[in-house]
């Protein structure tokens, strides 16, 4: 489970996050929505703690992030928004050296990377060096490198941006997979569509705030459509109504 406690990270005059509090459970995808500059990105750097937040608490199945930041990053599978894959190795042997950098014994990472790569539908670029690679091809290869560890909360910032059609509904069904299996699943996504096939509960920033945080259902109802991409942009037009 992962909780984020009020919290704040400013930029110079900017401010970035102005107090931004929700929890992510277990056993369900949470989406992680906002317009550009809303203060996703930073929050999220927060969480897997590449960045410190200037207050506010970040707590990873109850280990504070401040307090015990390597034992936060065992537990976190990140897949960011650079996906940095190492060009001149294989899928498998970018899997792998990840696996080692955790601390994994030998035959627990190829355990654990060939299960990854069935589960992904990787095996014909299983040991094709990833220069070159497609997006899609990049994405799986990142994500099973990120997961190799077996870790219990999943973080995902935008896993389909650029996959076509097929990939797309191979990777919803990964996420799936991900979520029936009891993880924390909080991903970031800018297509509505996939937010409602995919997401238990919405959390939605603008203005580095939470300006809505229920499942889908609810915030349609809160907005009073039957479409998800309207409700969207009503909660964030109320959040900027406000704050003018």
Same mark, same amino acid.
């Given at each position: 489970? *992962? +909780?984020?406690?009020?919290?704040?990270?400013?930029?110079?005059? #900017?401010?970035?996050?102005?107090?931004?509090?929700?929890?992510?459970?277990?056993?369900?995808?949470? /989406?992680?929505?906002?317009?550009?500059?809303?203060?996703?990105?930073?929050?999220?750097?927060?969480?897997? =703690?590449?960045?410190? &937040?200037?207050?506010?608490?970040?707590?990873?199945?109850?280990?504070?992030?401040?307090?015990? &930041?390597?034992?936060?990053?065992?537990?976190?599978?990140?897949?960011?928004?650079?996906?940095?894959?190492?060009?001149?190795? =294989?899928?498998?042997?970018?899997?792998?050296?990840?696996?080692?950098?955790?601390?994994?014994?030998?035959?627990?990472?190829?355990?654990?990377?060939?299960?990854?790569?069935?589960?992904?539908?990787?095996?014909?670029?299983?040991?094709?060096? =990833?220069?070159?690679?497609?997006?899609?091809?990049?994405?799986?290869?990142?994500?099973?490198?990120?997961?190799?560890?077996?870790?219990?909360?999943?973080?995902?910032?935008?896993? =389909?941006?650029?996959?076509?059609?097929?990939?797309?509904?191979?990777?919803?069904?990964?996420?799936?997979?991900?979520?029936?299996? /009891?993880?924390?699943?909080?991903?970031?996504?800018?297509?509505?569509? +996939?937010?409602?096939?995919?997401?238990?509960? *919405?959390? #939605?920033?603008?203005?580095?705030?939470? #300006?809505?945080?229920?499942?889908?259902?609810?915030?349609?109802?809160?907005?009073?459509?039957?479409?998800?991409?309207?409700?969207?942009?009503? #909660?964030?037009?109320?959040?900027?109504?406000?704050?003018?």
């Amino acid at each position: 489970m *992962i +909780e984020l406690k009020d919290l704040h990270k400013a930029f110079g005059a #900017v401010k970035a996050v102005d107090g931004v509090s929700f929890t992510a459970r277990d056993g369900e995808i949470t /989406g992680l929505l906002g317009p550009n500059g809303a203060g996703k990105t930073t929050t999220l750097r927060m969480l897997y =703690t590449l960045m410190k &937040p200037d207050s506010g608490q970040v707590l990873v199945d109850g280990i504070d992030a401040a307090a015990d &930041p390597a034992a936060v990053r065992r537990r976190l599978g990140v897949l960011p928004d650079a996906r940095g894959l190492y060009k001149r190795l =294989t899928s498998r042997e970018n899997i792998d050296y990840f696996g080692r950098l955790h601390g994994m014994d030998e035959a627990a990472i190829a355990e654990r990377r060939e299960a990854l790569i069935k589960a992904l539908e990787m095996a014909d670029i299983a040991d094709r060096r =990833t220069e070159g690679f497609s997006q899609g091809q990049r994405v799986k290869t990142a994500i099973a490198r990120a997961l190799i560890h077996d870790p219990k909360n999943c973080i995902l910032d935008e896993p =389909t941006n650029g996959l076509d059609v097929m990939a797309t509904r191979a990777m919803r069904d990964f996420l799936r997979h991900l979520r029936d299996e /009891g993880r924390c699943v909080l991903f970031s996504s800018h297509i509505m569509q +996939e937010v409602g096939a995919l997401c238990d509960r *919405i959390v #939605v920033i603008a203005r580095g705030r939470v #300006v809505a945080d229920a499942s889908p259902e609810a915030l349609r109802a809160q907005a009073g459509t039957h479409n998800l991409e309207d409700a969207f942009v009503k #909660v964030i037009g109320s959040a900027e109504g406000l704050a003018a």
